[in-house]
């Protein structure tokens, strides 16, 4: 596609709901990042994908956070039993290759918990 | 690991003027890139420009350029002649060259240009 596409753009969900955001990369891309940006802060890393290898994943803040790129293409961010600190907006950042080619961001998933 | 500071959260400037956003970064690695990116209201990153640690020579593209003190671990954007379409979150961010492009942002500054 012509770029990162995230979908939905906008999530409600209730505590203890599980959510799923998606994350369609730009075609081709190797590298496929997922940050948590918090109102008012600057974005903080999720996890990495190399195609479908998940080769960093230090940034999820719990067991309740799960990523997952089965074919090295679209990702998905899975999140269960959604608390109310969950609520962020979720970006996607994808790359030609790993390292330090430019990194294209999507518009994000703005995840409200009420 | 590395940590970026941005010290201003906002930042006003009149059209046609120029403003300095401050960015300080503390890494322990030899090798590294650093970055300004831009956040709209519609949340889309947009990079800006980017610096090469080992380049001593600072990075520019057209109205914006970079400030880049190694030793002082700054690294500062100007914003010449402001645009109404610049305003927006200004993000500084730093990445080290073993960590598969991971991103390391700072707090942010916003910019708001006026007419």
């Known amino acids: 596609g012509a770029g990162v596409s995230q979908s939905p753009r906008y999530k409600v969900a209730k505590r203890g709901q599980d959510v799923a955001l998606r994350c369609d990369p730009i075609s081709g891309h190797v590298s496929l990042f997922w940050y948590q940006q918090a109102l008012g802060q600057g974005p903080e890393f999720l996890t990495y994908f190399q195609n479908e290898a998940q080769l960093d994943k230090s940034g999820l803040p719990s067991d309740r956070f799960f990523a997952e790129r089965p074919e090295g293409s679209v990702s998905t961010l899975k999140i269960q039993r959604t608390q109310q600190e969950d609520s962020a907006v979720y970006l996607c950042?994808?790359?030609?290759?790993?390292?330090?080619?430019?990194?294209?961001f999507g518009q994000g998933t703005r995840l409200t918990v009420v | 690991a590395q940590t970026v500071t941005q010290s201003q959260p906002e930042m006003s400037v009149q059209e046609a003027e120029t403003v300095t956003l401050s960015c300080t970064y503390d890494t322990s690695e030899n090798n590294y890139y650093l970055f300004w990116y831009k956040q709209p209201p519609s949340r889309q990153m947009i990079l800006v420009i980017r610096q090469e640690a080992y380049k001593q020579q600072n990075a520019t593209e057209n109205r914006f350029s970079v400030n880049f003190q190694k030793a002082a671990k700054s690294f500062s954007l100007k914003i010449s002649d402001s645009q109404l379409g610049d305003t927006a979150m200004y993000f500084c961010a730093a990445q080290t060259t073993d960590s598969w492009g991971k991103l390391q942002f700072g707090a942010g500054t916003q910019v708001v240009v006026t007419p």
């Open positions: 950042a994808s790359s030609s290759l790993g390292g330090h080619t430019e990194a294209f």
